[in-house]
């Protein structure tokens, strides 16, 4: 049971964190430049929208999922003397780890701050708020999005490690 398990988890814990650095990497490349051609209201309104629509089952798989199966590969690998593969995975969870730093420190404060200015047809000035939500969470997801994916290089590399 113990092999089957240290075959199974790893590759789970690999697959969950390529999605979850897909997901960042989506907004990086596509959903914000998306959103910074569109004019204020809409960008507000469309962004107030996606942080609503994410807030659902797949994305808890994917997001509390990553970290936990990396962490159980981890856990794995260590107790079965597996010590390079576990390395590997203390890696990806320590990058995972910084993902979920710079979410809650500050994408998910600007989330939040763009949701507590109304309704985008009723905002006074929308390019202020705009202003203040926009230019830090794409840098900030930037980062999220390069964490994310050395997460998933180590935890690649965790999957071939002796």
């Given at each position: 049971m113990v092999q089957v398990m240290l075959a199974l988890v790893p590759v789970l814990a690999a697959v969950l964190t390529g999605l979850f650095a897909g997901l960042f990497f989506a907004f990086s490349i596509a959903v914000m430049p998306g959103l910074g051609r569109a004019g204020d209201r809409a960008m507000i309104e469309a962004m107030q929208g996606v942080n609503v629509a994410i807030l659902n089952p797949?994305?808890?798989v994917v997001f509390v999922g990553a970290p936990v199966t990396v962490l159980a590969s981890l856990v794995l690998q260590a107790s079965t003397g597996h010590s390079g593969a576990a390395v590997w995975s203390a890696a990806a969870l320590a990058a995972l780890v910084a993902v979920y730093a710079v979410t809650f420190a500050v994408n998910v404060p600007r989330n939040n701050a763009l949701e507590r200015a109304g309704p985008a047809g009723r905002v006074d000035d929308p390019a202020a708020v705009r202003a203040r939500f926009e230019g830090v969470w794409v840098r900030w997801n930037h980062l999220r999005?390069?964490?994310?994916?050395?997460?998933?290089?180590?935890?690649?590399?965790?999957?071939t490690a002796h």
């Open positions: 797949w994305f808890a999005t390069l964490a994310s994916v050395a997460a998933l290089a180590c935890a690649v590399c965790a999957l």
